[in-house]
């Protein structure tokens, strides 16, 4: 029997309209679909997309350590004060080695497991084909269309995955610790330039100045754009400094509204995504015909014979996995 | 053996246009936590790590946790196992517990095995309750991954096996009705 692919099955439109109600369990379901890519997801994220683009994405990034996880957890509470309801995405790496990942962000984020307007799901990077951010999106659209007003996306701030993580956000946050000396460094050329709120946790620490110096005198080399990027200071195993930073998360939003920045953001990030999109099914057709004459055994061991160059051979994997084929 | 690329029962659903369906990626995941006061959590982590090796997705929630805040993780994270380590004495409290709060949420199809210091003698009692395993120590990470695999509900689509569609998967007996 062949079902249109956005055709829901009874059950799954059940699903759904739970999910839209708010219900959590259909919530988590709906997640696992679109996470796991999973052939009913794309009739899922088709019901669900009209829904979506509601919900502030709010980006949480930095070093191992810096405190991204409690920092989140502040936010949260800040962000229920405020009565609104809030979505967590925390991603921790996968091992490349065996595919198993350890997924610890909740441990910071306990306190609010009462409050049924806040729902925590943690995701590993997996390190699959259609990249992270593809697969944050869709997490974040299942979260979006349910309800949620803010969604909080965490990840460590290193490699371009994360990098496009944090891009894909309406805001983000870049959290930085005093006292973590060259660590900066290696954060700089990706991070710091896609920051929209410069965050130092743990700012009871020695040290503060310096780095508070060090990061103005970065962005002070940075291309001048409208919104001024501000630097705050929290201590958020003790609370401190939260209600100044969701106000200028808060306010961050405001701006992108009224500048029209919003709308480029968007477009932006869709475009990011069609992209990876593409790609992503262009290597899934490829993989799909390895073995078949012309395929991609075929041409590696025409290169390995210098017969061919690469470009070559990219242009007639590209040419087999055309359209109406795979 | 890594989960990473097994195909699943999911990648023959037909469908009107294959062309366009990505790939499938499910992995087993598990959540393991600490009930009760025991302020020890050596074992939880090293089953953590072990099933972490053995390719599976391990959520850890630390120390001193609620049967509320466990199944409510479980819930979220939408797992399919819970893995219990307790060293305390007080399982035969916080067990039915935690099995009457999955039953109250239709989660009764999420895999249960405990793992700590739990007499031998209270063992069938636990598992007639509903608890699938305990493995106390000595036993191997090889053992409770094995066990986790073979008897988690996505096992027989984990395992290739054509038990069903995908469709059974999303809608596993009784949480219809939720």
């Given at each position: 029997?062949?079902?249109?692919?956005?055709?829901?099955?009874?059950?799954?439109?059940?699903?759904?309209?739970?999910?839209?109600?708010?219900?959590?369990?259909?919530?988590?379901?709906?997640?696992?679909?679109?996470?796991?890519?999973?052939?009913?997801?794309?009739?899922?994220?088709?019901?669900?997309?009209?829904?979506?683009?509601?919900?502030?994405?709010?980006?949480?990034?930095?070093?191992?350590?810096?405190?991204?996880?409690?920092?989140?957890?502040?936010?949260?509470?800040?962000?229920?004060?405020?009565?609104?309801?809030?979505?967590?995405?925390?991603?921790?790496?996968?091992?490349?080695?065996?595919?198993?990942?350890?997924?610890?962000?909740?441990?910071?984020?306990?306190?609010?497991?009462?409050?049924?307007?806040?729902?925590?799901?943690?995701?590993?990077?997996?390190?699959?084909?259609?990249?992270?951010?593809?697969?944050?999106?869709?997490?974040?659209?299942?979260?979006?269309?349910?309800?949620?007003?803010?969604?909080?996306?965490?990840?460590?701030?290193?490699?371009?995955?994360?990098?496009?993580?944090?891009?894909?956000?309406?805001?983000?946050?870049?959290?930085?610790?005093?006292?973590?000396?060259?660590?900066?460094?290696?954060?700089?050329?990706?991070?710091?330039?896609?920051?929209?709120?410069?965050?130092?946790?743990?700012?009871?620490?020695?040290?503060?100045?310096?780095?508070?110096?060090?990061?103005?005198?970065?962005?002070?080399?940075?291309?001048?754009?409208?919104?001024?990027?501000?630097?705050?200071?929290?201590?958020?195993?003790?609370?401190?400094?939260?209600?100044?930073?969701?106000?200028?998360?808060?306010?961050?939003?405001?701006?992108?509204?009224?500048?029209?920045?919003?709308?480029?953001?968007?477009?932006?990030?869709?475009?990011?995504?069609?992209?990876?999109?593409?790609?992503?099914?262009?290597?899934?057709?490829?993989?799909?015909?390895?073995?078949?004459?012309?395929?991609?055994?075929?041409?590696?061991?025409?290169?390995?014979?210098?017969?061919?160059?690469?470009?070559?051979?990219?242009?007639?994997?590209?040419?087999?996995?055309?359209?109406?084929?795979? | 053996?890594?989960?990473?690329?097994?195909?699943?029962?999911?990648?023959?659903?037909?469908?009107?246009?294959?062309?366009?369906?990505?790939?499938?990626?499910?992995?087993?995941?598990?959540?393991?936590?600490?009930?009760?006061?025991?302020?020890?959590?050596?074992?939880?982590?090293?089953?953590?790590?072990?099933?972490?090796?053995?390719?599976?997705?391990?959520?850890?929630?630390?120390?001193?946790?609620?049967?509320?805040?466990?199944?409510?993780?479980?819930?979220?994270?939408?797992?399919?196992?819970?893995?219990?380590?307790i060293l305390?004495g007080?399982h035969n409290?916080?067990f039915?517990?935690?099995?009457?709060?999955?039953?109250?949420?239709?989660?009764?199809?999420?895999?249960?095995f405990a793992g700590g210091i739990i007499p031998p003698e209270e063992e069938p009692k636990l598992l007639e309750m509903?608890i699938?395993a305990v493995f106390g120590p000595g036993t191997?990470?090889?053992?409770?991954?094995?066990?986790?695999?073979?008897?988690?509900?996505?096992?027989?689509?984990?395992?290739?096996?054509?038990?069903?569609?995908?469709?059974?998967?999303?809608?596993?007996?009784?949480?219809?009705?939720?």
């Amino acid at each position: 029997m062949a079902v249109s692919r956005y055709e829901l099955s009874p059950s799954l439109a059940d699903l759904v309209q739970r999910g839209l109600a708010g219900e959590r369990r259909a919530i988590a379901r709906l997640i696992t679909l679109v996470e796991n890519r999973l052939p009913e997801a794309a009739a899922v994220l088709h019901q669900l997309t009209p829904r979506t683009g509601r919900a502030h994405v709010i980006g949480i990034t930095g070093a191992p350590g810096s405190g991204k996880s409690t920092l989140t957890n502040e936010l949260i509470k800040e962000f229920r004060r405020r009565e609104r309801s809030v979505g967590v995405v925390a991603v921790d790496p996968t091992s490349t080695l065996t595919g198993g990942a350890v997924l610890g962000d909740r441990i910071r984020m306990l306190e609010n497991y009462q409050d049924s307007g806040v729902f925590i799901r943690s995701m590993a990077t997996r390190g699959q084909l259609g990249g992270l951010a593809s697969m944050t999106n869709d997490v974040v659209r299942v979260m979006d269309a349910c309800g949620k007003d803010v969604i909080i996306v965490e990840t460590v701030g290193v490699g371009q995955d994360e990098v496009d993580v944090a891009k894909a956000a309406h805001s983000t946050l870049l959290v930085e610790v005093p006292g973590m000396g060259d660590d900066i460094q290696a954060i700089k050329a990706g991070v710091l330039e896609i920051a929209d709120i410069l965050v130092i946790n743990k700012a009871d620490r020695e040290g503060v100045e310096r780095l508070n110096l060090h990061l103005q005198a970065m962005l002070s080399l940075a291309p001048k754009k409208v919104w001024r990027v501000p630097i705050l200071k929290t201590v958020a195993a003790q609370s401190q400094g939260i209600a100044e930073l969701a106000d200028k998360v808060e306010g961050h939003l405001e701006y992108l509204k009224s500048s029209g920045e919003y709308t480029q953001r968007e477009r932006a990030r869709l475009r990011d995504e069609l992209l990876s999109r593409v790609r992503e099914e262009i290597s899934r057709r490829v993989l799909a015909a390895e073995f078949q004459p012309g395929g991609l055994a075929e041409m590696l061991s025409r290169l390995e014979d210098r017969q061919l160059d690469l470009a070559q051979a990219a242009l007639s994997l590209l040419h087999q996995a055309g359209p109406g084929q795979h | 053996m890594s989960q990473q690329s097994t195909p699943t029962a999911a990648d023959q659903q037909p469908t009107a246009n294959p062309q366009a369906t990505p790939a499938a990626d499910r992995r087993i995941r598990v959540l393991i936590a600490k009930p009760g006061l025991d302020g020890h959590d050596r074992g939880a982590k090293v089953v953590t790590r072990g099933l972490r090796d053995a390719g599976m997705e391990v959520i850890y929630t630390g120390l001193h946790q609620t049967p509320e805040m466990i199944v409510e993780a479980a819930l979220q994270e939408d797992v399919d196992a819970i893995g219990l380590s307790i060293l305390s004495g007080a399982h035969n409290v916080l067990f039915p517990r935690i099995l009457k709060l999955l039953k109250d949420n239709n989660m009764e199809d999420v895999l249960i095995f405990a793992g700590g210091i739990i007499p031998p003698e209270e063992e069938p009692k636990l598992l007639e309750m509903g608890i699938g395993a305990v493995f106390g120590p000595g036993t191997t990470i090889e053992q409770t991954a094995t066990f986790v695999r073979q008897n988690v509900r996505s096992a027989g689509s984990l395992a290739g096996g054509q038990t069903g569609s995908s469709e059974s998967w999303v809608e596993p007996g009784p949480d219809k009705e939720l």
